[in-house]
């Protein structure tokens, strides 16, 4: 609004919009196109397509109002094809950014605002799809229902904030261990599902030994205090090319649970305990 004003003031009184307005760059000096700049990553990752065309449509905005502004200051008569260009790219701006903020209100209500991994919302159609490629890769599918052992404690002795930092601490040390072609989401409390995608059994077992290995080796940090000891028990299950996700996840919940009764801080292969 504050730009519009400006604009409105050149167009009336003649005066000097600003270099917001008037620069060459004008583009990168404007509210907007700072804003724009610092969050590009954010728009770029939800749709790069639609991130370019804003970019583009912005800087097209401010060269059609630019030549408005030049033409009023020099005592011209402003262009009919400048007017329809500034009016054109400032719809399809608005428009743009309308469509941005429904994808980010929706993209924000699917993933978890604690850890940043997504929810279970869209997890069956993200299961079909890996086990489409890794029938098409040839790779096995497996899923793991990962639980933080004995979290109520963390909870009750250092209260829930420190829960919170356990469980974000958790997440960050999890996606680090992971590959980036598997999929990880928070299922619900302190327990997380990953679709994890190996060649061999074999390279399965190694992959939660890691998690499994990488937790109990990465305590929670305490601001002036001893780090907190954290554990996982993962329960894994290898997933057949026609078994359904609901399948899957209550076999590698029933291998967590055996994981579970067999002492926590350990992985369980489908029912068949292995030591941690």
Same mark, same amino acid.
């Given at each position: 609004?504050?730009?519009?004003?400006?604009?409105?003031?050149?167009?009336?009184?003649?005066?000097?919009?600003?270099?917001?307005?008037?620069?060459?760059?004008?583009?990168?000096?404007?509210?907007?196109?700072?804003?724009?700049?610092?969050?590009?990553?954010?728009?770029?990752?939800?749709?790069?397509?639609?991130?370019?065309?804003?970019?583009?449509?912005?800087? !097209?905005?401010?060269?059609?109002?630019?030549?408005?502004?030049?033409?009023?200051? !020099?005592?011209?008569?402003?262009?009919?094809?400048?007017?329809? !260009?500034?009016?054109?790219?400032?719809?399809?701006?608005?428009?743009?950014?309308?469509?941005?903020?429904?994808?980010?209100?929706?993209?924000?209500?699917?993933?978890?605002?604690?850890?940043?991994?997504?929810?279970?919302?869209?997890?069956?159609?993200?299961?079909?799809?890996?086990?489409?490629?890794?029938?098409?890769?040839?790779?096995?599918?497996?899923?793991?229902?990962?639980?933080?052992?004995?979290?109520?404690?963390?909870?009750?002795?250092?209260?829930?904030?420190?829960?919170?930092?356990?469980?974000?601490?958790?997440?960050?040390?999890?996606?680090?261990?992971?590959?980036?072609?598997?999929?990880?989401?928070?299922?619900?409390?302190?327990?997380?599902?990953?679709?994890?995608?190996?060649?061999?059994?074999?390279?399965?077992?190694?992959?939660?030994?890691?998690?499994?290995?990488?937790?109990?080796?990465?305590?929670?940090?305490?601001?002036?205090?001893?780090?907190?000891?954290?554990?996982?028990?993962?329960?894994?299950?290898?997933?057949?090319?026609?078994?359904?996700?609901?399948?899957?996840?209550?076999?590698?919940?029933?291998?967590?649970?055996?994981?579970?009764?067999?002492?926590?801080?350990?992985?369980?292969?489908?029912?068949?305990?292995?030591?941690?």
């Amino acid at each position: 609004m504050s730009w519009t004003r400006r604009v409105l003031r050149c167009a009336v009184l003649h005066e000097s919009p600003g270099e917001d307005v008037f620069a060459p760059m004008a583009h990168t000096l404007c509210g907007f196109g700072q804003w724009f700049m610092s969050s590009r990553a954010r728009f770029q990752k939800l749709d790069a397509p639609a991130s370019e065309r804003l970019d583009a449509v912005h800087q !097209a905005m401010h060269g059609a109002i630019r030549s408005i502004c030049a033409d009023v200051l !020099a005592g011209r008569p402003g262009r009919v094809a400048d007017l329809d !260009a500034f009016e054109q790219t400032q719809n399809e701006l608005i428009a743009l950014l309308s469509e941005f903020k429904t994808q980010f209100l929706a993209n924000a209500a699917r993933h978890d605002p604690l850890t940043g991994l997504p929810l279970r919302y869209g997890l069956e159609v993200e299961f079909l799809q890996v086990q489409k490629n890794c029938i098409r890769n040839g790779t096995q599918l497996y899923v793991g229902m990962i639980d933080a052992d004995h979290f109520k404690r963390i909870n009750d002795d250092y209260g829930h904030l420190a829960g919170d930092a356990a469980l974000r601490h958790l997440a960050t040390t999890l996606k680090g261990v992971i590959r980036l072609n598997e999929p990880l989401f928070r299922f619900g409390g302190e327990e997380f599902l990953l679709l994890m995608q190996c060649h061999t059994h074999d390279a399965a077992t190694v992959a939660a030994k890691r998690i499994v290995d990488a937790v109990r080796n990465s305590p929670v940090p305490v601001e002036h205090g001893t780090p907190l000891p954290l554990t996982v028990t993962l329960g894994l299950a290898w997933v057949a090319d026609e078994e359904t996700m609901a399948s899957a996840i209550e076999r590698a919940d029933r291998a967590l649970y055996a994981g579970k009764q067999a002492g926590r801080d350990r992985y369980c292969i489908a029912g068949k305990l292995v030591a941690a």
